[in-house]
C-alpha cells in the first residue's frame, strides 16, 4: 500500500501562486510516476502535471503549460506542483497520484480556489 497525502491548497487571487505538496509514504518502492490530478465541480478529472520516476521526465497539460511546474524530492518521497499565474479557471480539487505495475493510488485531494 501507498499512502499519498497532499498539502498547500487554500484561497489565492488571480494572479497568484501556491505550492501543492504530496508525500508518498508506505510501499513506495517500483513507483513509476507520481501525477497531478485535478477535478472542477461538474467536469472529468484531468491530468494536470506528471514526473517518472526514473530521469524525472515530465508532462503538463497544455492548459497549465508554462504556469505549473513538477518536481520531486527522493530524500523527502515528496513530488510538488508550483502553481503560478493562477486563474479562475485553475479552481478545483487537486489530487496527487501515484503508478505501480497493475495499480495505482490517490491522495485525498486538497481544494484549489482562485478568486477573481
Known amino acids: 500500500q501507498v499512502q499519498l497525502v497532499e498539502s498547500g491548497g487554500g484561497l489565492v487571487q488571480t494572479g497568484g501562486s501556491l505550492r501543492l505538496s504530496c508525500a508518498a509514504s508506505g510501499s513506495i518502492f517500483s513507483i513509476s510516476y507520481m501525477g497531478w490530478y485535478r477535478q472542477a465541480p461538474g467536469k472529468q478529472r484531468e491530468l494536470v502535471a506528471g514526473?517518472?520516476?526514473?530521469?524525472?521526465?515530465?508532462n503538463y497539460a497544455d492548459s497549465v503549460k508554462g504556469r505549473f511546474t513538477i518536481s520531486r524530492d527522493n530524500a523527502k518521497n515528496t513530488v510538488y506542483l508550483q502553481m503560478s499565474s493562477l486563474k479562475p479557471e485553475d479552481t478545483a480539487v487537486y489530487y496527487c497520484?501515484?503508478?505501480?505495475?497493475?495499480?495505482?493510488?490517490w491522495g485525498q485531494g486538497t481544494q484549489v480556489t482562485v478568486s477573481s
Open positions: 497520484n501515484a503508478v505501480k505495475p497493475k495499480v495505482d493510488y
Open positions: 514526473i517518472t520516476s526514473v530521469g524525472s521526465s515530465t
